[in-house]
């Protein structure tokens, strides 16, 4: 199977909004939504080994430090950790007053009562109701008509309205998801959610949440915000109704398109720190918070310390949060070319003289001060440092450019001498670990280059003669090949035995002039299957090839 040269043989456009005098391009967000994390639920389910009670306690505390009001608990219904960890927050008093939880559950009545028993004796709770609409759903997956799945929502409604009445000393709060919004007729959700609004009776004064699930992301953003534009627009009582929105990301897009729908008119958003959900992912909440708080709008949600937030996400999730995530990436407020640091450093330097507090610095759209941060011209190494790190000490500090592959190869030496050193790396020890790892510029524990010289048989071929050191002692050695890198790699072969294959070489510069020298790069694979690298240096680059040979030699014997 490949891709399609013709992808409409097999995929249809998506199909435009009838909005011909839409609103929401000529709006912009001024006041932060309703913000609901669902990481407990959604991106919970959304990892390979969901978490325990111990880890969903501890997220819980974080969404409550960071000023999450709105938190989707569990899906109580799905088995005894979720249920257990549900009725515990609520009985251990954890839950602040200001704070309401949420349970998710499908249409089923069972499911529905064991969700409400979950919350007895919360002191307020959202329980949010679901169930696919669209076609795809209705034709593929239940063989329904449209009477039978607006049933479904209509008699899951009925029993969520029976249930809290049996518990009046909760303040009740009702979400109803027409789950698969994204892809359904839009007549069609309507008609659901007014059936199940005719049914819970919302007020203004006490509204329904009607949350409007871009289950799968099928279309540009901007489809996504017409259709919450024409929804809005056309639901009766409107004014009893919160509209909540719940993007993913299968598009990429999940943060525009919940940036935008509020823009039509919504009133809620749906999603988990770092944007952790089903597939893709959802909406990133940091993400879009700060993106308010850039153009002047306080979102009500404090990353003030936003390496606690992220060293708590990573410890429950077991994911990590990607060096570039916008705003918490480890890389994000560091600038590795020289004229981006300048830059920076000048944005700065105009800072301190400049009468008003705007913020104004070339390549960062926020103070990485505001989030605990700082910005470093210079990398600095230690033992949470990723491979660009060590990488650009060693080219500023050495000249050395490591081939991606390389870096790779070379992080497990940094990581190990950060472990044992405990303490930040300088380039003086990121350059010794570099020297041990690949034998450069040292006396090797094995093989040394002496002398050699080459010269072309007549038959084309290049002949290799030299003098190799092995643990100090000389031997006079030869060998043949196409060029020089295999003739060297011939004589390793003939007078050690030892079989390499050269899988990748790179070479350049390391300085100019009459006393410039080189660097050549050497990726091999051993007879065994495994990849080693050398590196050598020298003032000629043809004997730096050789000495890169010698050194993956030495990496394929000499244990590191």
């Excluded at 819980?60 to 899906?75: M, P, R, S």
């Excluded at 525009?256 to 999603?271: F, I, K, S």
């Excluded at 002496?450 to 002692?473: K, M």
Aim: proline content about 5%.
């Amino acid at each position: 199977m490949s891709m399609l040269r013709d992808p409409s043989t097999k995929y249809s456009p998506f199909p435009q909004v009838p909005l011909t005098d839409r609103q929401w391009p000529t709006r912009t967000i001024t006041t932060p939504p309703r913000w609901l994390s669902t990481d407990l639920r959604d991106g919970n389910q959304a990892i390979v080994d969901p978490m325990d009670a111990h880890k969903k306690t501890r997220f819980f505390d974080l969404l409550v430090d960071v000023g999450v009001k709105e938190i989707e608990v569990g899906f109580p219904s799905a088995g005894a950790t979720e249920f257990d960890f549900i009725s515990g927050l609520v009985k251990s008093g954890r839950i602040p007053d200001d704070v309401m939880v949420q349970v998710l559950t499908q249409s089923r009545e069972d499911l529905i009562r064991t969700s409400f028993a979950s919350l007895s004796g919360a002191r307020a709770a959202i329980v949010h109701l679901y169930n696919a609409v669209s076609p795809a759903w209705r034709e593929v997956v239940f063989n329904m008509t449209r009477d039978q799945v607006r049933d479904i929502a209509v008699q899951g409604a009925k029993v969520m309205r029976d249930e809290a009445g049996r518990q009046p000393n909760t303040d009740w709060h009702f979400q109803y998801s027409p789950e698969t919004f994204s892809t359904a007729e839009l007549d069609f959700s309507l008609e659901v959610c007014e059936a199940v609004m005719d049914v819970l009776a919302p007020t203004p004064d006490h509204p329904i949440i009607l949350n409007l699930p871009a289950t799968v992301e099928a279309a540009t953003p901007n489809i996504y915000a017409d259709q919450v534009e024409y929804f809005i627009r056309n639901l009766p009582n409107r004014e009893s109704a919160v509209i909540s929105l719940h993007t993913h990301n299968d598009r990429g897009t999940g943060v525009a398109a919940a940036e935008l729908a509020l823009m039509a008119g919504a009133d809620r958003v749906e999603g988990c720190l770092f944007g952790n959900g089903e597939r893709t992912g959802n909406c990133c909440l940091v993400t879009m918070a700060l993106n308010m708080y850039t153009q002047g709008v306080d979102p009500k949600l404090d990353f003030s310390d936003i390496d606690g937030v992220i060293e708590t996400v990573e410890y429950c999730n077991e994911l990590p949060v990607h060096q570039r995530h916008p705003y918490g990436g480890e890389l994000v407020y560091t600038a590795f070319s020289g004229s981006h640091q300048d830059a920076i450093k000048k944005g700065f330097a105009a800072l301190e003289t400049q009468n008003d507090p705007h913020w104004r610095v070339p390549y960062l759209p926020i103070d990485p001060a505001d989030l605990g941060r700082s910005y470093e011209a210079v990398i600095r190494v230690n033992s949470q440092s990723g491979k660009g790190g060590f990488a650009w000490v060693l080219e500023q500090d050495q000249g050395l450019k490591l081939p991606k592959k390389m870096q790779a190869d070379f992080s497990p030496h940094v990581q190990r001498m950060a472990d044992r050193l405990g303490r930040e790396l300088n380039a003086a020890d990121i350059w010794e670990a570099f020297r041990t790892a690949y034998h450069v510029q040292s006396r090797p524990k094995h093989f040394q280059l002496v002398e050699y010289e080459e010269r072309r048989a007549s038959d084309g071929t290049r002949l290799f003669t030299g003098t190799i050191a092995v643990e100090g002692q000389e031997q006079t050695v030869s060998g043949r090949g196409n060029g020089l890198i295999s003739s060297v790699v011939s004589t390793i072969e003939d007078a050690f035995g030892l079989s390499l294959e050269v899988v990748d070489y790179t070479e350049h510069a390391l300085t100019t002039g009459r006393d410039s020298r080189a660097a050549a790069y050497l990726e091999c694979r051993t007879a065994e299957g495994r990849t080693i690298w050398g590196c050598g240096i020298d003032e000629d680059i043809a004997t730096a090839s050789v000495r890169a040979v010698l050194s993956a030699a030495n990496s394929a014997v000499v244990p590191t």
